[in-house]
């Protein structure tokens, strides 16, 4: 399963949640999910990985784990999933969280607006997230995990595949495009102009 020598690729234990954790707060730290703390950022991982809507994948640099995806067969039912099996816990740790309660409250809510933004005439899969310690990139380990995901999305029978990047990010709109997918919106997020991908030949 791994892209390269010494590199392994598999599916997300509870024990690396920790591993995803760090990865996500160094390295999507602009998301409010980072912004709410390792606990919160850690029971959503959890919460990934108990329901069927989840994929979790890791990256193992020798017995290191230096990079992770998370994807959904569906994102709308992953969240719900997620959000109303642990309400009470998620609340209580936003409030324990840094920074001011409303303003973090309030992009809380931004944030689930995206699934609005993307769902219109769109796959329900959709590849989430991806970070990898930064001194692994350039090897082609994110190619090898979002490879891993899309052999996961389609062994569920799904045939298609959603994902949205920052407009300015070339190099991730470059990528998206040798592998098949094709533009098909934009929208505004959080200030930022994002782009929406679909690939409909997984």
């Known amino acids: 399963m791994g892209?390269?020598?010494?590199?392994?690729?598999?599916?997300?234990?509870?024990?690396?949640?920790?591993?995803?954790v760090r990865l996500h707060g160094d390295h999507i730290g602009h998301s409010v999910f980072s912004r709410l703390g390792p606990g919160f950022l850690a029971a959503i991982y959890e919460g990934m990985l108990s329901s069927r809507h989840g994929i979790c994948l890791v990256c193992e640099t020798g017995p290191e784990v230096t990079g992770f995806m998370a994807a959904?067969?569906?994102?709308?039912?992953?969240?719900?999933?997620?959000?109303?099996?642990?309400?009470?816990?998620?609340l209580f740790l936003a409030m324990r969280s840094p920074g001011p309660y409303v303003r973090l409250m309030k992009q809380l809510r931004t944030t689930f607006s995206y699934f609005g933004k993307t769902r219109t005439r769109e796959p329900s899969a959709e590849l989430l997230f991806v970070a990898l310690d930064r001194q692994?990139?350039?090897?082609?380990?994110?190619?090898?995990?979002?490879?891993s995901a899309l052999v996961e999305i389609k062994a569920r029978s799904i045939s298609s595949v959603k994902v949205s990047v920052a407009q300015d990010n070339t190099a991730a709109v470059r990528h998206l495009l040798l592998r098949g997918f094709v533009h098909r919106s934009s929208f505004g997020f959080y200030g930022i102009e994002r782009m929406l991908y679909v690939k409909t030949d997984i």
Not at 6 to 20: L, P, T, V, Y
């Open 3 to 20: 892209p390269l020598p010494g590199i392994r690729i598999r599916k997300m234990r509870r024990e690396d949640i920790r591993h995803a």
């Open 72 to 90: 959904a067969t569906d994102t709308r039912a992953l969240m719900r999933d997620v959000m109303i099996r642990r309400a009470w816990r998620l």
């Open 136 to 147: 692994y990139r350039g090897r082609g380990i994110a190619a090898g995990l979002m490879q």
